[in-house]
């Protein structure tokens, strides 16, 4: 551990947050991170609300004994699933002083601010959309909003199988997309760690005029305001420009997919979670 260091800590639940953590560090480059990716037990997308809680915990913990001030729960399930208890209960009792934010309440006040008709897509993993989060976040700031969602099972696997660019993507997405477009949505959240690397071909999709929504271009703004806001948060951070990355699986793909989503090479360090 580094006295001096004081990090802002991003955790998903496999690489796809890397995207996320991206935006932020093109952002704010001279914080230092410290990403973490729950790979040996991803996707979370599928699991239990009590199981992704728990996986949850032990990741904020992780973080937290690693220097971290902040967390930033990059993954939509973890957000979604774990993210408000933790806060309520976890964080009170064991780290009055620390701070966990999720990537649900940016996108939907983004995707508010956007609309023109109220009417806002969502795609996410099977977890998001059936927690609801996105509906009960968008209609705190919107009531009257009409929020259509789909759930995509099987764009993470595809992802993650380096297929983003084939014709596969092209077929599930136009299947996923198609009931939203037909609601007359003009706005899409993409609820998702991974969709943001399809986002050109979501673009060819939906064509101009939805506005589409991903979280590594709305959470680094939203970060920076908020840590605008809470200066003394901000104050603790210390700021080297170093981001280091851990994996509880630590696998060439990791490396090799993670450099991808991060723009350059990284190399992580396996760790365990209990
Ligand atoms: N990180 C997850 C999310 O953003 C996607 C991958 C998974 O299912 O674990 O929802």
Not at 212 to 233: A, F, H, N, Q, T
Request: proline letters at 4%.
């Amino acid at each position: 551990m580094n006295k001096d260091k004081k990090s802002i800590g991003v955790f998903d639940s496999g690489f796809g947050g890397i995207n996320v953590l991206r935006g932020i560090v093109r952002e704010m480059p001279e914080y230092d991170f410290v990403y973490l990716g729950d790979t040996a037990r991803a996707p979370y997308g599928a699991r239990s609300q009590d199981v992704i809680y728990e996986f949850s915990k032990q990741a904020t913990d992780f973080l937290f004994r690693n220097d971290c001030e902040l967390v930033v729960f990059a993954c939509n399930t973890a957000s979604s699933e774990a993210l408000r208890k933790i806060q309520q209960e976890y964080l009170p009792e064991l780290y009055p002083k620390k701070k966990v934010l999720g990537v649900l309440i940016p996108g939907a006040e983004e995707a508010v601010e956007r609309s023109k008709n109220g009417k806002i897509g969502v795609i996410a993993t099977e977890g998001t959309v059936k927690s609801g989060a996105f509906i009960r976040e968008i209609k705190k700031i919107f009531p009257q909003a009409e929020i259509y969602q789909n759930a995509c099972p099987l764009l993470v696997p595809l992802i993650e199988e380096g297929e983003h660019d084939s014709p596969a993507a092209d077929f599930l997405l136009k299947k996923y997309l198609d009931p939203l477009i037909e609601e007359g949505i003009d706005t899409l959240i993409l609820g998702c760690t991974h969709y943001g690397i399809l986002e050109d071909k979501i673009r060819g999709l939906v064509g101009d005029e939805i506005e589409i929504i991903s979280s590594e271009k709305v959470v680094p703004k939203k970060l920076i305001d908020y840590l605008s806001r809470d200066g003394e948060i901000d104050s603790r951070l210390s700021r080297n420009g170093v981001t280091e990355f851990y994996t509880t699986d630590l696998t060439e793909k990791f490396e090799s997919l993670g450099s991808g989503f991060f723009g350059s090479k990284i190399k992580a360090n396996k760790i365990f979670l209990d």
